[in-house]
Each structure stands twice: as C-alpha cells, then as structure tokens.
C-alpha cells in the first residue's frame, strides 16, 4: 500500500536526496529506493523497477529522470517539477562553488578529503540497494542469466550499455512470463493530444532560451555550448558515462576549451558532489566562460549549460510518464520492460564494482586484452582509511541501522580529521 505525502512533505525529503546524492548513479538509485520506497512506501518496488527500466532507455541522467518520474507519480506535475530541480540544484551550487574555486586556485585538498569520507559510505549505500533491487528483480532463472551477461557485457566487453538494453528488451518481448502475477488497478494511456501538447509545451521551454541568446547577445561561446549541449541531450543514451565519451574528445580536441587534465578535474569532482555525473557538462561550460570572458561569463555559461542539458529530461519524462503504468499491463511489453530490469542490475553492478575500486585504490588501470576490457587496480594504491570507514559505515548502516545522514557525515568529519593529521 503507497503512500501519497503533502508538497512540503515531498520538497523536504526530495531536498535530503539531493543533497545526499553522492557517488554516481548506481548510489543515487538506490538513496532514492531506500527513501521512496523502503522508508516512505510512496511507490510500490514495481513501480520503481518499471520506471527505472524505462529511464535506462532515455538519453541523459537516468537517476535525475527517475526521480522527476517518482515526484510526477507521487505528486503530479509539480511534484516532478520539485523531484527533478531539487535532485540537480545542490549538486549544480556545489559544482559551481568548486569549478570558481578551481579556476583560481586549482585543486582544493580539504574538499577532497570530506568527499572522499562520504563515498566510502556511498559504496556501502550502493551494496545495499543493489542486494534489495536484485531481490525483487530477479524473480526468474533466465532474468538471473540476463543480469549476469549484461554485467559481463558492459564490465569486460565494453558493449554499449544501449545495445545491452535492446538485446534484454528483444527477449523479453518473446519470451515473456505468461504466468505473471494478477495486475494492481492502472491508469488508463492519456489521449495522444494531449501527449503531444506536453512535447510542444516542453520544446518551446527548452528552446526559446536559446534562440533568445542568438538575438540579445553577441557572446559566441554561450551559443556554441548552447547548442552543442543540447546535441548531447539527445543522441547520449546510457547514462552519465555514455555522455563522457561523446563529450570527452570534443570539447578537448575540438573545441579546445578544456585540456585533458583539467576534463579529468572536472570528472573527479562531479564524482565526489552531490547530483547526477553529467554535472560534469557544468563545469565545462564555466571553464570555456571562464576561459573566454572572466567569472561572469563563466557562471552564464554555466547556466546555459544545466538549462540545455537537463530541460531536455523533463521533457522526456513528463511526456511518456502517463504510459508507464499502461506498459505494464500489456503482457510482451512487461516482459520486455522486466527483462531490461533484469539488464539493469547487471549495469548496477558494473558501475558498482568500478565505483568501489576507485573509491578505494588511488590506481585503476583500463586495459584491452584482446576482446576484454579489464579494470585492475594497483593494489600498492590501496587506501586503508577509506577501507576502514567503509567497513564503519557497513555496521553502523548494515548492523546498528543509524540514519544515513548520521553515518555520511561522521565518515567525512573522520576523513577530514585523518587528512588533516596526515
């Protein structure tokens, strides 16, 4: 039985995920299952899993998406409107602080150090949510084999996380469980009208910004990232990693607005704030304003930066939100949307698994042997701090049930303390 809470009730839970929403992804998911799902039982594990099936199939953050779905589901358009800006907003404050920070004095150690208490606490979050997601998701023997060759596919052979999903939804599609348990009641499709005029209402929303800058300003840096941030709003399926590799090369060799180092940077520090990875697309946009007119122009760049690439989200959530429940009630559809869940817990673990080791080695190395992609970490690089706070927060979180918030900042407050002895 769910539960439907008051705005303020909502905007004060979704503000707590936002600004706990450390570590990627896969630590994101499962912050919002515990919160939405285990704690408030404002939506039943079904309709997470659904939901988060279909963002997997979205270009863009699918966390971000998910949570904007959630809010939608829970409280209706506002609601959505309030799940997806407090998901992104702390986050984008704390990227633009450090990215201002970063182009004047560089790295900031004592930053580093109370981020890296909070991720050694994410990967604890991270196990759990996976444990409790792969419980329910993995009903069935072939959904067991279709979890595990997805994780197989995108940690050692690189396949794209897209073609992934195809692969699980084409099985799903015909080899679906007739024998599925009985429906709960589901809303009814809405007219495609209606459909549509969400899709041209959000289009204008997304785009009118930018033709307006194309008028008013004669500053070509903000139109430049304008529009080639928008591009990658639309052709990045797979999720904040997939939007580095098209991003990456582009903004570097192309563009020149970044060097390699400082993408590196960048990625470092959208991986150890709160918010969604692509965050990343931020601090590139301040440093190219940055770089081409001084802090103000950085932070308009800025700006431009997170309108175009997450406008682009609640465009496509808020127009194929009402369908979701209706999939689930058509039988090759479901099938479909369980096998891709099914996927989805193999690439939980794939971004796990690559989370936890670079959480706790200060050296990983990506290497190719022959059609396998390996992961190996330096073990001479491994960091026993991080270890030990890790092993803290698994029992005071696993054993001793403190709040998460509690054990999140006793973990950064005793990383910071450890740095600055050392």
């Known amino acids: 039985m769910t539960t439907k809470p008051t705005l303020s009730e909502a905007f004060r839970v979704w503000g707590k995920i936002g600004v706990l929403s450390f570590g990627g992804p896969a630590a994101q998911i499962a912050m919002m299952h515990r919160e939405v799902v285990d704690?408030?039982?404002?939506?039943?594990?079904?309709?997470?899993?659904?939901?988060?099936?279909?963002?997997?199939?979205?270009?863009?953050?699918?966390?971000?998406?998910?949570?904007?779905?959630?809010?939608?589901?829970?409280?209706g358009?506002?609601?959505g409107l309030i799940a997806g800006l407090l998901f992104v907003i702390p986050g984008a404050l704390v990227i633009l602080a450090l990215a201002t920070l970063y182009a004047y004095l560089g790295t900031v150690p004592i930053v580093e150090a109370l981020f890296l208490g909070?991720?050694?606490?994410?990967?604890?979050?991270?196990?759990?949510?996976?444990?409790?997601?792969?419980?329910?998701?993995?009903?069935?023997?072939?959904?067991?084999?279709?979890?595990?060759?997805?994780?197989?596919?995108?940690?050692?052979?690189?396949?794209?996380?897209?073609?992934?999903?195809?692969?699980?939804?084409?099985?799903?599609?015909?080899?679906?469980?007739?024998?599925?348990?009985?429906?709960?009641?589901?809303?009814?499709?809405?007219?495609?009208?209606?459909?549509?005029?969400?899709?041209?209402?959000?289009?204008?929303?997304?785009?009118?910004?930018?033709?307006?800058?194309?008028?008013?300003?004669?500053?070509?840096?903000?139109?430049?990232?304008?529009?080639?941030?928008?591009?990658?709003?639309?052709?990045?399926?797979?999720?904040?990693y997939a939007v580095l590799a098209y991003m990456g090369q582009d903004v570097v060799t192309l563009k020149g607005w970044l060097?390699?180092?400082?993408?590196?940077?960048?990625?470092?520090?959208?991986?150890t704030t709160p918010g969604p990875l692509i965050l990343v697309t931020e601090f590139v946009g301040f440093l190219a304003g940055f770089a081409a007119g001084g802090l103000w122009l950085g932070v308009a760049a800025a700006i431009v930066t997170l309108w175009v690439t997450?406008?682009?989200?609640?465009?496509?959530?808020?127009?194929?939100?009402?369908?979701?429940?209706?999939?689930?009630?058509?039988?090759?559809?479901?099938?479909?949307?369980?096998?891709?869940?099914?996927?989805?817990?193999?690439?939980?673990?794939?971004?796990?698994?690559?989370?936890?080791?670079h959480v706790f080695f200060d050296t990983v190395t990506k290497t190719k042997t022959g059609l396998l992609t390996l992961w190996l970490p330096e073990l001479s690089t491994i960091n026993p701090i991080v270890m030990a706070l890790a092993i803290l927060s698994g029992y005071l979180l696993l054993k001793r049930h403190w709040n998460v918030v509690g054990v999140l900042a006793l973990s950064a407050i005793l990383a910071l303390g450890v740095s600055q002895i050392g």
């Not at 897209?162 to 084409?170: E, Q, R, Y």
């Not at 005029?197 to 307006?212: G, Q, V």
């Not at 060097?259 to 991986?271: I, V, W």
């Not at 496509?316 to 949307?337: S, V």
């Open 310 to 357: 997450f406008t682009p989200c609640f465009l496509w959530i808020f127009a194929g939100a009402p369908y979701i429940d209706w999939i689930g009630t058509q039988p090759r559809l479901r099938g479909a949307l369980s096998a891709i869940t099914a996927a989805v817990v193999g690439v939980i673990l794939n971004l796990s698994i690559w989370f936890a080791l």
């Open 259 to 271: 060097t390699a180092g400082q993408m590196m940077d960048g990625l470092g520090l959208a991986e």
């Open 77 to 79: 358009l506002l609601g």
């Open 118 to 240: 909070i991720k050694a606490t994410v990967v604890v979050i991270v196990i759990e949510a996976l444990l409790r997601v792969s419980k329910k998701a993995l009903k069935r023997t072939d959904h067991w084999i279709i979890a595990g060759l997805s994780f197989v596919g995108i940690f050692f052979l690189n396949i794209p996380y897209p073609l992934i999903v195809l692969i699980a939804a084409l099985y799903g599609l015909f080899f679906n469980d007739k024998s599925s348990e009985p429906e709960e009641e589901i809303q009814h499709r809405q007219p495609i009208t209606k459909t549509l005029k969400t899709i041209a209402i959000w289009l204008a929303i997304w785009w009118a910004p930018i033709l307006l800058l194309d008028i008013i300003t004669e500053t070509s840096i903000l139109n430049e990232i304008a529009y080639f941030f928008s591009k990658l709003a639309v052709v990045t399926f797979g999720g904040a």
């Open 39 to 75: 704690d408030k039982k404002w939506l039943t594990e079904k309709q997470f899993l659904n939901a988060l099936s279909f963002c997997m199939l979205l270009p863009g953050p699918e966390a971000m998406q998910l949570a904007t779905y959630a809010g939608w589901r829970i409280n």
